[in-house]
């Protein structure tokens, strides 16, 4: 089915028959997006993923690994066969073409439509050249791809939320970069690691890490060289077949389309609730690996906090170290208080970012989709149910990222309510022994100024 005479085209209809190249698709966010594709859209012809061999793996492992994954369960029992239509393209993003052969080049430009390009470096501390070719070079050599498909559809470039993370509010729109993208890319190619971390700092300017940094600069590129594609911006999520839509009916040629995939301005979730939802489903659903009764408290200032930590995660974590010594073990605690300090540290700026962002577009997409693809393929955040995201959230992460299969069992229970007692006890104690020591800090005063008024009438 074509988008022939304006009609409305369904999301499966418009990809029967069609192939799609995907970057990133044994990411965290590719794989959701090749499983849905091939799951709810039985006619798509192939997804050719771009995938880089690593040091232990050949690409060919590689897709044995990513077809193998959990993501793929639902799929491998309805369609079974659907995976096959996975095909694989060697590549490397940090490399100019990509890293691919010329024959594979040859081959996307002839059968490929779609394009996500979702590979990225996400590492927020990384240095500035790798980053600078991994997420905007990459963008730029996507692009001269992209020229050469015979039947370009849709091209969705997945940005962040956080690409112009300091600007207050974020529209929809383009914010220039503080330099030339072109340039940046010479720049980092031309010179040292050395001579580049001497001036990274000045070249970041307002941003506070190499990501956004990067990001942004890939925005800007494809303001200035993209907007005769039919291309949109994600930040983040996805939008191909909108897009196609647009751009048939000549609704989007002067400028690409950005979508803010955010809940902001329509269901919001407080950084605050953030976190009690995540204690509140911890609780829900406790896991034999917990070490003690998850509780969530926030302080006003960095001092309050650091306080906290220091007697409810150093503490405990020392403790168990030494105790792991004295049995001849090596005590981990430490060092996952020291891992988890330095996550935090690197998403410090979002939680401390004044930003708001508003989201629009997306409503335009969802009006247009019909009733079916609605319930298929929603993304209204109006609809997300914050406990019920959290719960599941919380279950996924333990159970498919930390292989953790003890989540919610009824062992887990039990180590659960121990902890919750466990914890009334040292709180009430904490409590008791302060009032204690308080009374008896009050009563010396009391004594010591009695004494002090006894000498003074004797004199
Ligand atoms: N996840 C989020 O919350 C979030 C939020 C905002 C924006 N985003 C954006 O969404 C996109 C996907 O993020 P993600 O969370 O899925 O990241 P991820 O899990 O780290 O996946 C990154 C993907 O990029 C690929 N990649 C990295 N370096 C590569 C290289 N040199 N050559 C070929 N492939 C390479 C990775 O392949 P390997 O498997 O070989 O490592 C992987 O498939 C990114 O553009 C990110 O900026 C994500």
Request: aromatic content about 12%; proline content about 3%; charged content about 25%.
């Amino acid at each position: 089915m074509s988008l022939d005479n304006n009609r409305i085209t369904s999301i499966p209809e418009f990809y029967n028959g069609k192939s799609v190249f995907i970057t990133g698709g044994t990411g965290f966010l590719g794989k959701v997006l090749v499983e849905k594709l091939l799951r709810s859209c039985p006619g798509i012809e192939n997804v050719y993923l771009l995938v880089r061999s690593k040091k232990d793996k050949s690409v060919n492992e590689r897709l044995k690994e990513l077809t193998n994954s959990q993501v793929f369960n639902t799929l491998r029992e309805k369609d079974p066969q659907a995976i096959s239509k996975i095909v694989l393209i060697e590549g490397d993003i940090t490399k100019l073409d990509l890293g691919i052969s010329e024959e594979n080049r040859e081959l996307l430009a002839t059968k490929v439509s779609v394009i996500f390009n979702s590979a990225a470096n996400i590492k927020f501390d990384d240095s500035l050249k790798g980053v600078i070719n991994a997420n905007l070079r990459s963008l730029r050599e996507l692009i001269k791809l992209s020229r050469q498909v015979k039947d370009l559809k849709s091209f969705i470039h997945i940005s962040t939320a956080y690409s112009n993370w300091y600007q207050m509010d974020v529209g929809e729109q383009f914010y220039p970069a503080a330099f030339d993208p072109h340039y940046i890319i010479d720049l980092c190619n031309s010179s040292s690691d050395d001579q580049i971390n001497e001036v990274a700092e000045m070249l970041l300017g307002k941003h506070v890490n190499t990501y956004t940094f990067s990001k942004a600069l890939a925005e800007d590129l494809i303001s200035r060289i993209a907007r005769d594609l039919p291309i949109a911006i994600v930040r983040p999520s996805t939008a191909s077949w909108k897009v196609a839509q647009d751009r048939h009916q000549k609704l989007a040629i002067s400028a690409p389309t950005i979508y803010n995939s955010v809940s902001g301005n329509s269901n919001p979730l407080k950084i605050k609730n953030y976190f009690y939802f995540l204690r509140d489903a911890g609780r829900r659903n406790p896991t034999n690996m917990m070490s003690w009764y998850p509780q969530t408290r926030l302080y006003k200032t960095k001092f309050s906090n650091d306080i906290d930590i220091f007697w409810t995660h150093f503490i405990p974590a020392f403790l168990s170290d030494s105790y792991a010594k004295m049995k001849g073990e090596n005590g981990r605690a430490l060092k996952h208080l020291e891992n988890s300090k330095h996550a935090f540290d690197q998403i410090r700026f979002v939680l401390n970012s004044p930003i708001k962002m508003y989201g629009k577009n997306y409503k335009k997409v969802l009006e247009s989709m019909n009733k079916s693809d609605q319930k298929d393929f929603n993304f209204d955040p109006t609809t997300i149910n914050w406990k019920n995201y959290f719960d599941s959230y919380h279950f996924g992460v333990r159970k498919f990222i930390f292989n953790d299969k003890s989540v919610g069992s009824v062992a887990a229970q039990r180590k659960f309510a121990k902890l919750k007692y466990m914890n009334y006890i040292l709180s009430g104690s904490i409590v008791a022994f302060s009032l204690i020591a308080v009374t008896k800090l009050g009563n010396k005063i009391i004594r010591k100024n009695e004494e002090n008024e006894n000498v003074s009438s004797f004199k």
